[in-house]
């Protein structure tokens, strides 16, 4: 395969992509998870990979087919998918978080299947999980290697999209925030989506609705600028 031109600006590039969602143990049958479908993690590897990039996609519960070229690590909960990013990062160039991770989890595993009996059932108490895109910002910030130059994460949000994004960028200390408005017929399990980049500098890129493959490329353009 020969790349040329803007084809090739991602070659040698080391990148980290998770996707999909994370599924959160209640029993052995049983969890918790999210309509994250990994479309748009996805997307993301396979126009990297296509730009000349090694992509090491990190892939929480998603049934599509293997980006060609990729190097799959695949997870199921929250805390395997911290594991595994941070992990991936030692050498990376840049992140880029598409996973919706479980921001909670039971706070304990059955081991066994829970019974259904003839009395109400108990409630399912919750814990936070860590907040891997935060944790990344916060070990750069901090000078802790290993951690990647360029540093990406998503949003989806149903109300006051730019500000809630806006705040959220602030708080998980990321270089771009590609925030999504969920709901008409959008984003989750679709091939098109739209979404505003929301820059540290305070600088706003409008993606119209598309596919998800041009959504990528034009976070692969902006993470593609900040790479020294
Ligand atoms: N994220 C993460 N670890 C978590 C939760 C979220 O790394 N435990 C990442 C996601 O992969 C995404 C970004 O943080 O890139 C934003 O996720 P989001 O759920 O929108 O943000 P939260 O801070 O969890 O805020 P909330 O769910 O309350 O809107
Ligand atoms: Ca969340």
Redesign the pocket.
Known sequence: RILTGRAADLAGRRLVI?AGG?REAIDPVRFIGNRSSGLQGYALARTALARGAEVTLVAANVALPDPAGARMVRVES?LE??AA?LDAVEGADAV????????FRPSAQSGSKIKKTSAEPDSIHLV?????????GERRREGLKPYPQVI??????TDDVLA?GRA?LA??G?DL??VNQVGENLAFGTPDNAAVVLVADGDQVDIPRGPKEALADVVWDLVAARLL
């Not at 936070?128 to 990344?136: Q, S």
């Not at 990406?152 to 949000?157: C, K, L, M, P, T």
């Open positions: 998770s994370t929250a998918l911290r990013v880029v978080m598409a996973a919706a991770v479980a921001d936070k999980n860590p907040d891997v895109l935060a944790e990344l990406v994460g998503f949003a989806a949000e809630n959220k708080r998980k990321c925030l590609v």
